[in-house]
């Protein structure tokens, strides 16, 4: 049974300059990680007019993802980037679903399930956020509202293997109030039994189940010690130097492995 490896996220989302940009690739790129071929696959998420440099810059063991995609291929589409650009630009992942683009955008999970089938079939690997908000969770319904978004993206795709499900309660987002890791485990473990009974077992059993909110220096070892927490995707840490240390928990991991 192959491990799943850890995976850590930085979503920069709506920040930044040039100039910021290279403070944080500088940063990271002075990292030392742990190595034997780095216990964790990390990416990077620049805004869109950041990507190039960022590609340019970063060391090459990590990655950079898009923050989102149009829903199918291009043309005349004002203002959107299609997948086929970011396979163009070589950038291998992208992030689709956000909460902050279903919330404020009205993206549907149907629409962000559309998203993810046609980036897969272009050949990027995908990030797709999934959570309930704080009303859903106080209603009991926060395994009826993340298995109803991933059953939208289940009924739209055959392959699982480039995909990333990040579990982001909308409550946690931003908000400083990080799941607990009982939360998170609950929900993570949770998602895996939907996978293993309507997708199948061994989607479930090699499929990466991230985590991400409010997610920090801090906190992130005990989170990564939860057995169905296989990575993090980060939105305001990732922006700062303690985006190492939560790609450090990775460890956690390894040594209980
Ligand atoms: O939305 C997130 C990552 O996509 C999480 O954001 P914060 O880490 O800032 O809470």
Not at 28 to 49: K, T
Not at 159 to 180: C, F, H, M, R, S
Not at 228 to 235: E, H, M, R, S
Request: contains cysteine.
């Amino acid at each position: 049974m192959a491990a799943r490896k850890f995976f850590v996220g930085g979503n920069w989302k709506c920040n930044g300059t040039g100039e910021d940009v290279k403070k944080i690739v500088t940063v990271l790129n002075e990292a030392e990680v742990p190595s034997e071929d780095v216990v964790a696959e990390v990416v990077v998420s620049p805004p869109f007019v950041f990507l190039q440099q960022v590609k340019g810059l970063l060391r090459l063991d990590f990655a950079v993802a898009a923050q989102n995609c149009w829903v199918r291929k291009g043309g005349a589409f004002t203002g959107e980037i299609s997948a086929e650009m970011l396979v163009n630009l070589q950038v291998p992942w992208v992030i689709l679903g956000h909460s902050e683009r279903r919330a404020l955008l009205g993206e549907s999970s149907d629409f962000v399930a559309d998203k993810v089938a046609y980036a897969l079939t272009q050949g990027l690997k995908v990030i797709a956020c999934i959570g309930e908000t704080l009303e859903q969770r106080e209603a009991g319904t926060t395994m009826d509202v993340v298995a109803a978004q991933t059953k939208a993206i289940a009924e739209k795709i055959s392959d699982w293997t480039n995909i990333v499900l990040a579990y982001e309660p909308v409550w946690a987002i931003g908000t400083g109030k990080v799941a607990t890791p009982a939360q998170a485990q609950e929900v993570h473990d949770g998602l895996r039994k939907w996978l293993h009974s309507n997708v199948s077992p061994s989607v479930a059993e090699s499929t990466r189940i991230i985590y991400g909110g409010s997610v920090n220096g801090a906190n992130c070892k005990e989170l990564a010690a939860q057995p169905d927490v296989d990575g993090f995707l980060v939105g305001g840490a990732s922006l700062k130097p303690e985006f190492v240390d939560i790609i450090k928990s990775a460890t956690v991991k390894s040594s209980s492995a």
